[in-house]
């Protein structure tokens, strides 16, 4: 019995030795010490013994006992200051990050456009959501009842009032508010009465730009133009102007890019066509002029406005306008 026990403690100190968790350590108590251990067992068992051997074998398992008791205490510290601070914790493995959030892609896309334009002198406008007729229609050269103003499926709040259907009117009030020479941008939200698909949506953003000075000629417009397409989309972008019209500018032309999503095999952004219209512009009409009190004589000036959730979707390879104001989160993470 005495051998066995010696037996029972050699091999208990190596496995309290050797624990390398306090998970482990753990499991070698409840195996050398618990309450099913052989140690307790012997200890119980110890009653039935004749008397000499019950005190030899008696004291021989109290000394173990204490022996690994120490040995126990010992083993934890160790493992505690080794950084062990709970069972089964692995400080080995890299931490998760934390999602901090990010801008959204329109609102990325919208920055990289200012910061162009920025560079290329103008300025940042603003106005408000809810128009007036005179600023979304007349000024601009678009007479109640004419049927120009059905291009524009327009949204009304009351007979005077209506949610902007474009950014043309930030021109308007621009103008009012100032002489030239006048370089500016206005970006914002624009809303139509109508359902949305693909590549139209019922509400969207714009950039609306504007030049007004002495002199200011069409070349000067399409160099602009050019020029901040290739900073967007790099230098080998392919554009196309298109003859167009606009009742606020005279001649007015539309632009078009290759489109960058099937690089002009045709998909479901260009309809089939391999081409994207991404912007409306032209010289500005006299009559706009006239109407915030500029001499046509006197000045001349270029006008556009592109499509801000369009360029996005070249920017970002996405294929469905409408997923820019779902707040999806796992399509906001993925852009
Ligand atoms: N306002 C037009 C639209 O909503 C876009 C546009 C076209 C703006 C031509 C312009 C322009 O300034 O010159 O469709």
């Given at each position: 019995m005495l051998d066995r026990l010696k037996e029972l403690g050699r091999e208990a100190t190596a496995a309290l030795q050797s624990a390398a968790t306090l998970m482990e350590l753990e499991s070698v108590r409840v195996k050398y010490?618990?309450?099913?251990?052989e140690l307790n067992q012997v200890s119980r068992g110890?009653?039935?013994?004749e008397s000499d051997e019950r005190r030899s074998v008696g004291r021989a398992v109290n000394e173990l006992k204490n022996e690994l008791g120490a040995l126990l205490e010992q083993s934890k510290e160790r493992l505690e200051s080794a950084g062990e601070p709970s069972a089964g914790l692995d400080l080995t493995l890299p931490g998760r990050m934390p999602w901090v959030g990010g801008k959204h892609p329109l609102t990325r896309t919208y920055e990289r456009l200012e910061s162009i334009f920025r560079g290329l002198g103008f300025e940042v406008a603003l106005g408000p959501d809810v128009e007036d007729d005179f600023h979304n229609f007349d000024a601009l050269n678009?007479?109640?009842?004419?049927?120009?103003?059905?291009g524009w499926d327009t949204i009304y709040i009351d007979d005077d009032s209506?949610?902007?259907?474009?950014?043309?009117p930030v021109q308007i009030r621009v103008m009012e508010s100032r002489k030239p020479p006048i370089r500016i941008i206005a970006p914002g939200r624009v809303y139509r009465n109508e359902s949305a698909d693909a590549s139209h949506g019922s509400e969207f953003y714009q950039l609306e730009g504007l030049y007004v000075d002495r002199d200011v000629r069409f070349g000067e417009l399409k160099g602009v133009l050019i020029r901040f397409m290739r900073e967007l989309f790099g230098e080998n972008v392919t554009l196309r102007f298109r003859a167009g019209f606009f009742p606020f500018t005279e001649p007015s032309t539309e632009v078009d890019v290759k489109c960058l999503i099937c690089q002009g095999s045709g998909c479901s952004v260009c309809s089939g066509t391999g081409w994207v219209e991404l912007l409306g512009a032209g010289m500005v009409d006299p009559r706009v002029f006239e109407a915030v009190g500029y001499d046509p004589g006197e000045f001349s000036g270029y006008a556009f406005g592109l499509g801000v959730d369009r360029i996005c979707m070249m920017m970002t390879g996405?294929?469905?306008?409408?997923l820019f104001l779902e707040n999806d989160l796992r399509f906001l993470r993925q852009i």
């Open positions: 010490l618990g309450r099913k251990s110890l009653k039935d013994l678009i007479p109640a009842d004419h049927p120009a103003r059905d209506l949610l902007r259907t474009h950014m043309s996405t294929d469905d306008i409408r």
